[in-house]
């Protein structure tokens, strides 16, 4: 069996696997209001054929244009959870097969109804033997690659969804289909979860036809580009392209057109 193993590097947030440990959730979303308190269970379980220590431990994290996830120190960033946050345990010892559960607690100070976001980092601590062990290395112990758990909160009372797509460009590579380039602006104050398609009328015969959806996820007061491509080659003749948005919670559609030529 295979278990979801996410790690991240400097920019690329990638997906991997590991037989070793499984953590579950992987992604939490609380919904305190301002001045309560809400908790959650993190399930931690070894299969590894050996005792592990566990480590879990709170960090920011950053979103750039591409989506791509920058962790960042606790509490440097202005959208960060960690002081709000506590782990009980936050250090835990796992038999082959064991399983521990780690509460997960968020206590939102009031006044405070904004969105913030942060990570949890499950990490395995193993001692390592007398010949691997640095001369630097003061303790003999090394932690190994780590499971994330991602982190929301926003208050069921914050309704500010707000978001634009605008700068539709194509992109086109040589050998490959249309692609198109476009940014997707979040000036409210909740996650958005936007689907993106697109919509070709030849403005000659005035046939549409609509393709399917991709989602993309945007973060409040951030900016993403996305990329989009037809699935198909078009006929010749002239077209009008739109790249339409439904990001939900009873908003209008938002969309962004550029005219283009088959030729």
Do not use: C
Not at 65 to 83: D, V, W, Y
Not at 209 to 217: A, H, L, M, W
Not at 222 to 241: C, F, N, W
């Amino acid at each position: 069996m295979k278990y979801i193993f996410l790690a991240f590097s400097l920019l690329i947030y990638s997906i991997s696997f590991s037989q070793d440990f499984e953590v579950a959730p992987v992604l939490v979303s609380f919904n305190a209001e301002p001045g309560s308190i809400q908790s959650t269970k993190l399930s931690i379980k070894n299969y590894a054929n050996v005792k592990q220590r566990f480590e879990i431990t709170l960090s920011d994290y950053s979103i750039d244009k591409q989506g791509n996830k920058l962790s960042l120190a606790a509490g440097t960033s202005e959208n960060s959870l960690a002081n709000w946050l506590t782990l009980n345990p936050s250090f835990v010892e796992l038999n082959p097969n064991e399983s521990k559960e780690i509460e997960l607690m968020i206590t939102v100070p009031k006044g405070h109804s904004e969105t913030r976001w942060g990570m949890a980092h499950v990490q395995v601590a193993k001692e390592k033997s007398a010949f691997d062990v640095d001369e630097d290395m003061a303790t003999g112990v090394v932690l190994v690659p780590r499971i994330v758990v991602l982190i929301k909160q926003s208050p069921k009372s914050n309704r500010n969804y707000a978001a634009k797509i605008q700068d539709l460009k194509e992109t086109t590579k040589e050998g490959e289909n249309r692609t198109f380039e476009a940014l997707i602006v979040n000036y409210g104050d909740k996650v958005v979860d936007a689907k993106v398609s697109l919509s070709v009328a030849n403005i000659m015969t005035a046939k549409e036809e609509n393709f399917p959806k991709k989602k993309f996820t945007i973060y409040p007061k951030q900016s993403r580009l996305i990329q989009i491509s037809l699935p198909k080659k078009l006929e010749k003749g002239k077209y009008a392209v739109a790249a339409v948005m439904d990001y939900g919670h009873r908003k209008p559609l938002e969309g962004a057109q550029i005219m283009i030529e088959e030729k």
